[in-house]
């Protein structure tokens, strides 16, 4: 079969033609619209990492104002601590004047007056203690009230012998959480689950509310009580210094 030069030329022209309608109706717009999605793609992922980069500066900000006030309330704490400690000192040097000038005087007289100052410095001591950490209390959020108290009671209930676990499980239907103020739904699951290191498991002990512990948990039952409250940690120091009074 003969090769037809005519045909084959009329041929290669027409698809340059061809090529060069859809090169230029149908390649350069699809390549347009390509180009054109990709830049909107683009732009959104930067709009999204605008936004995922504000998120993240917000959550920042929002973490360092919770740690700023947590070190607030821990430096109320700790100042609270310290004016009780030299509360204490200052008391305990009251009383040694106050004890001086007793001794001078004799016999029953002095153990009288003795007995009478001792009291009455160890009222004072309570008194005083109980009002300088109310009103560090009333500076304080009101959570300082029962912040760490639920892991406090939770330690104390672990660390309980034998005996005296069992005496506070003889009756468990009458064990009662108490509490320095009323407690929102997510600390009443928190001292439950402390309570859980005594009962094993978490049950809906009923909490009752006594605003004399000042701050703190106990757990309380016919048996006996676990003391786990600021109201005790101030009554204790009071002891012990009623107990150094009484050897001096």
Do not use: C
Not at 24 to 32: D, K, M
Not at 114 to 141: F, Q
Not at 160 to 188: F, G, I, K, W
Request: charge should be neutral; hydrophobic fraction near 50%.
């Amino acid at each position: 079969m003969p090769f037809d030069w005519w045909t084959f030329a009329f041929q290669f022209v027409n698809v340059i033609i061809l090529g060069w309608i859809l090169a230029r109706f149908l390649f350069r717009p699809v390549a347009g619209i390509i180009a054109e999605r990709r830049a909107a793609a683009g732009d959104a992922l930067r709009k999204a990492e605008a936004l995922k980069a504000q998120s993240q500066a917000a959550l920042d900000k929002l973490e360092a104002e919770r740690d700023a006030i947590a070190q607030k309330r821990m430096a109320m704490l700790e100042e609270a601590r310290a004016q009780a400690e030299s509360q204490k000192k200052d008391l305990v040097a009251q009383a040694q004047a106050q004890a001086a000038t007793i001794v001078a005087h004799a016999g029953e007289d002095a153990k009288r007056q003795e007995a009478e100052a001792r009291l009455a410095v160890l009222d004072d001591a309570r008194r005083l203690s109980v009002e300088i950490t109310g009103r560090l209390l009333a500076n304080l959020p009101n959570d300082a009230r029962f912040a760490g108290y639920a892991r406090r009671l939770e330690a104390a209930l672990s660390n309980l012998d034998a005996q005296r676990r069992a005496a506070l499980m003889n009756e468990p239907d009458a064990l009662e959480l108490v509490a320095a103020r009323p407690l929102s739904a997510a600390e009443t699951r928190q001292a439950r689950k402390a309570a859980a290191a005594l009962t094993g498991d978490e049950m809906a002990i009923p909490i009752r509310t006594d605003p004399s512990l000042l701050a703190g948990l106990d757990l309380a039952s016919p048996h006996g009580t676990v003391h786990n409250s600021l109201r005790f940690d101030l009554d204790r120091i009071a002891r012990a210094l009623d107990d150094e009074l009484r050897g001096q």
